[in-house]
């Protein structure tokens, strides 16, 4: 089955976020107290938390590590029973429902982010980053390729 064209910049832009993810996530985690070489400690004040090991798990599984899972799901199509029954609901295969779900996700962090913290290039990146995340999985020819 040939897979839509709009998919390949879906993918390109999962994989941005991924990479962003990670070089956030692992820094903070690396060095909790200052969160790492980005030393946001200046941050950490205006944070709910006492260090930045729960935001560097965040970003690294949920920013990092996720966006990943759902490339290969996107491109692959692995068949999956378990993580198919979780998703039946949707009427489209897993990852595609995930994939805005992953939107959602963004939308809340960054809101609450922005809320905290105020808005910064970072901020503005990753909202841009969702949009176009939503934009690709939502065409035509990529939501009906992942139709069940």
Do not use: C
């Amino acid at each position: 089955m040939r897979r839509p064209s709009m998919l390949w910049p879906l993918v390109l832009v999962l994989l941005f976020l991924a990479l962003g993810g990670f070089s956030g996530g692992i820094p903070m985690l690396a060095d909790p107290a200052n969160g790492g070489y980005l030393q946001f400690a200046d941050l950490l004040p205006l944070l709910p938390v006492s260090n930045f090991i729960l935001p560097g798990l965040f970003l690294l599984l949920g920013m990092g590590l996720f966006p990943l899972i759902l490339t290969y799901a996107l491109i692959a199509r692995p068949d999956w029973p378990w993580v198919d029954k979780l998703f039946q609901w949707s009427k489209h295969y897993w990852a595609w429902t995930a994939t805005l779900m992953l939107v959602v996700i963004i939308a809340i962090w960054l809101a609450y982010e922005g809320w905290v913290l105020g808005w910064w290039p970072i901020t503005y990146a990753t909202a841009v980053i969702g949009f176009f995340i939503l934009l690709f999985a939502t065409m035509p020819g990529v939501r009906n390729f992942y139709t069940n």
